[in-house]
């Protein structure tokens, strides 16, 4: 079954890593606490009774993916993009992106208050895709391995790093696709047409 992805286009490839210009968003997002790997279990019921109709017009929202996870600000955010989680003082923010078919206007409104929506703008992001298991070890390896490559290329992050998780949970660990996103600055080296 085809679940919609978050559009981007590639800029520039190497290796497991990507430069890439997202396309404008809308995220469903919550803010949860507990460590990195039990906040994903954590929002994603939360965030998936959304979806599934625990709203105020009662309606069913298709899957999408990535889920992202990354710090939560100290204070609650509202609704936000892909499932996606990050860490900061005030928890994990996890979001879930909403179908491309919505607007902030069209979107159910959700019945539960943790449940915030949010509009994401357009963006660049470093991005580096890895396969296995949902571990916090694995995602710091490879966020460590990208913001070195951002250092090195003199590419300067905007905001904090996000784990976006592409697969429901029952597929096989090494079949997984796991990503570490960084929005960065407008590279100066993309030539100005292809932006």
Not at 83 to 109: D, K, R, Y
């Amino acid at each position: 079954m085809a679940v919609e992805e978050a559009p981007y286009r590639i800029l520039e490839k190497e290796g497991a890593i990507e430069l890439r210009e997202y396309a404008p968003q809308i995220l469903a997002e919550v803010i949860v606490d507990g460590s990195l790997e039990d906040a994903g279990n954590k929002a994603f019921n939360l965030l998936f009774r959304y979806i599934s109709g625990d709203n105020r017009t009662r309606a069913k929202i298709a899957m999408t993916a990535p889920v992202s996870q990354k710090s939560a600000p100290p204070e609650p955010i509202a609704m936000t993009t892909p499932v996606g989680q990050q860490s900061a003082p005030g928890g994990w923010a996890v979001s879930f992106m909403m179908p491309s078919s919505f607007t902030m206007e069209t979107l159910p409104e959700p019945t539960d208050p943790q449940v915030a929506l949010r509009a994401i703008p357009a963006r660049h992001v470093a991005a580096i895709r890895y396969s296995g298991t949902w571990s916090e070890s694995r995602y710091r390896k490879n966020r460590i391995h990208l913001e070195a490559w951002l250092g090195k290329r003199s590419l300067t992050a905007t905001g904090d790093p996000v784990w976006a998780r592409y697969n429901p949970p029952f597929t096989p660990w090494f079949l997984r696709r796991n990503e570490v996103l960084i929005p960065i600055a407008t590279p100066k080296t993309v030539p100005a047409h292809a932006l």
